[in-house]
C-alpha cells in the first residue's frame, strides 16, 4: 500500500495552528463540541452524514470535556469518571459497509492556549508508586508547550487526537477508555498533522468519531496522560473499498519529533517480564530526572508520559528481554 502523504506547509508561531494544504473541490463540514459522545455505540443517530473524500473541522473540547485551567486537585477528583473521552462525532460515511476501510487525512491541528496532564490512583503504569492525585497544568503559546511549575521545562506542540474509531460491530454501550477492533484509544503520538490512518470499516456507515487530544505525548503515555487540550481538528474522511485491513494502519511525515536535537539520557531494564521492564525503566528515569533535573516525582512522572519513550530494545535473547525509556534533553532549558 504505498499512498501519498499530504505536503505540511511551516507552521505560524502566532497561530497555535499547524495544517497540511486543503485542496479547493472538497466539501468541508463543521462540527461543534455542543454534543459529545463518551462511548461507542452502533445504534447512536450520527450528528454529520458525508461523502467519500469530505473534510471535517471537529471543535474538539478538552479531552474530559470538564477540566478548566484554573482547577487544582480537589476539582479534579471531582471529574465524572464515566464521560471520558469527549469525544465529537459520530459520522456517518455514505456507502460505508463492514469490510471497507475508512483512510483519515490528518490536515489540521489548533490549541487553545493550554493543557494538563494528570496521575490518579489506579491508573496509569505505576500505580502502586503513585497513590495520590496530582495535577500539572500547561501554558501553550504558538508552537512551545511551558509548564506552569517548571520554568525550565519545555516542549514542542506536536499534536495529535488520541481517539480515532469508528463503532463496534457488537450491539451496546462500551467504555471508550480501552482500544479495541474499532480503534478508538489508541493514544499513538504518530499520528501527528501529515498523517494518514486506516480504520477497518466494522458497521454500515462507519460512524466515526474523534477527540481527546494531545499537545505532546511520549510513546507510551505512561501517566495514563499526555499533554491532554482542547483543539480545533481538521480531517479528510474518504472510503476505501480497495483495502482489506484486521486493525488500524498509518503512516506519518518525518522527523519523528522537534525534541531529537540534543541527544538522550536512557534508562534500561532486563528481564523475562516486558510489563515489568517497562515499569522498572521508567523508575530509574523518575531517579535520574529527580536527581538531576529539579523536580519531584510527579513531575518526574509526568514528564516521562508529556516526552519521554518507552521501547522494547531487545526481545530476542532468551530468557530476559531489555526494555529502555529515553529522554529527549531538549526538554531542559
Not at 76 to 99: C, F, T
Not at 159 to 168: D, E, F, R
Not at 185 to 206: F, K, Q, T, Y
Not at 245 to 263: A, F, I, K, N, Y
Request: net charge negative; with cysteine; proline share 7%.
Amino acid at each position: 500500500m504505498r499512498l501519498p502523504v499530504p505536503v505540511v506547509s511551516s507552521n505560524n508561531p502566532l497561530s497555535g495552528r499547524s495544517r497540511c494544504a486543503i485542496l479547493p473541490d472538497m466539501r468541508e463540514h463543521y462540527l461543534d463540541d455542543s454534543v459529545t459522545q463518551p462511548f461507542w455505540d452502533n445504534s447512536i443517530k450520527p450528528r454529520l452524514e458525508i461523502d467519500s473524500g469530505d473534510i471535517v473541522v471537529f471543535d474538539c473540547a478538552e479531552p474530559n470535556g470538564q477540566i478548566e485551567p484554573h482547577w487544582t486537585v480537589a476539582d479534579y477528583e471531582r471529574v465524572d469518571r464515566s464521560k471520558i473521552h469527549a469525544l465529537n462525532g459520530s459520522i456517518w460515511v455514505k456507502g460505508a459497509q463492514p469490510g471497507d476501510v475508512l483512510e483519515i487525512a490528518i490536515l489540521d491541528m489548533r490549541h487553545k492556549g493550554w493543557g494538563w496532564s494528570a496521575h490518579r490512583p489506579g491508573s496509569g503504569l505505576l500505580p502502586e508508586d503513585f497513590d495520590y492525585t496530582y495535577l500539572h497544568h500547561w501554558r501553550i503559546e504558538g508552537d512551545t508547550c511551558y509548564s506552569t511549575e517548571l520554568a525550565h521545562i519545555s516542549l514542542p506542540f506536536e499534536p495529535h487526537p488520541g481517539v480515532v474509531g469508528v463503532a463496534p460491530a457488537a450491539e451496546g454501550r462500551f467504555s471508550t477508555f480501552p482500544p479495541r477492533e474499532n480503534g478508538g484509544n489508541l493514544d499513538v503520538r504518530d499520528m501527528v498533522i501529515g498523517s494518514r490512518v486506516w480504520l477497518p470499516v466494522l458497521v454500515e456507515g462507519a460512524l466515526f468519531a474523534t477527540g481527546d487530544c494531545h499537545a505532546a505525548q511520549g510513546q507510551g503515555e505512561v501517566c495514563v496522560t499526555g499533554i491532554e487540550a482542547p483543539m480545533t481538528l481538521t480531517m479528510r474522511i474518504s472510503l476505501r473499498k480497495d483495502l482489506t485491513l484486521r486493525e488500524v494502519q498509518l503512516q506519518r511525515p518525518s522527523p519523528m519529533s522537534r525534541l531529537d536535537s540534543h541527544g538522550y539520557h536512557i534508562t534500561t531494564a532486563h528481564g523475562p517480564d516486558l510489563m515489568t521492564n517497562a515499569k522498572n525503566a521508567v523508575r530509574y528515569m523518575i531517579d535520574w530526572l529527580v536527581a538531576n533535573q529539579r523536580m519531584n516525582r510527579s513531575q518526574a512522572y509526568i514528564l516521562c508520559s508529556v516526552a519521554g519513550d518507552l521501547k522494547i530494545s531487545e526481545i530476542v535473547d532468551a530468557p530476559n528481554w531489555v526494555v529502555s525509556f529515553h529522554m529527549p534533553l531538549a526538554v531542559f532549558g
